[in-house]
């Protein structure tokens, strides 16, 4: 069956300003989420970091969630729930971390160091698994300060 | 030499969340300058479209710059000024458009199609040559309308 389709006036100027403001949105969006995120991440309280989210933090999948200690369980209390795949991703990537992070009591900066590499590389793991390029930006935005934090010297000499 | 540093107060915190204000800046700069381009393009007069500018408008490089036709010279008078390399790309690419691109009067919705698909190829073009992923993801939101316009029936049947 043929329809009548009666055009209204097309302005291809109206169509690409709204896709500019469609992605102002989205990136402001997906901003506002890790913002939010790593928020929650540094405020955990010991209480709440010992209890699982009902999803993977890095992929969303439900089944077999775990706790992953974001620095290390030597380091640092916080947590992130991580399904078992996301999970065995992490932890292989500490493996190639400074080797003090196998060390007890290592000083404020290290400890600082091995929290913000759990966070670049559950950054990187985020962006592998939902392709939105946003965490690895800001993954990458912290590695001068990684640098900076391995390399100070405790006792206050350079 | 030796170097005496007193550390101020450390907080991950704070550096976190600078990194994630300095990137929500950076998008919006990236998306602010697109839409003032893009703009910029639409509403060029007769005039304007007959000047070069002084660098290409998809790499910045200078030298050996010429006038290309976004929709192609037959169906739109609006060009972009672009860099030799830069210019056979976009020629090569609208070898692939509808076989109506190489016919004279066409309808306004098959024009406006050609246009769309120029800025499409301008922009994962940008993408490419600058690594900056706004442009292609802004091209893959004018698909759907491509499509669209290609298929529709100009006397206004289905
Ligand atoms: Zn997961
Ligand atoms: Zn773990
Ligand atoms: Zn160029
Ligand atoms: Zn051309």
Known sequence: MKQTVSFTPFDLSVLVNS???ALRDEKLEDINFAEAWLNQIFNQS???ASHKKKSCEVCSSQPD???HHIAGRK???RTLTACKQCHT???ESQKTWDARWYKYNQPENIRLAFFLLGLHDILLL???KTA???Y????KSFRQEIATLLTRDPRGQT
Chains 1, 2 share one sequence.
Request: hydrophobic share 30%.
């Open 65 to 67: 969630c775990e706790l």
């Open 19 to 21: 896709k500019i403001g």
């Open 132 to 134: 939105n390029s946003i």
């Open 89 to 91: 991703e992490l932890t």
């Open 136 to 139: 690895e930006e800001l993954a």
């Open 126 to 128: 985020k962006t592998k």
């Open 46 to 48: 010991l209480e709440q």
């Open 75 to 77: 380091h640092d209390f």
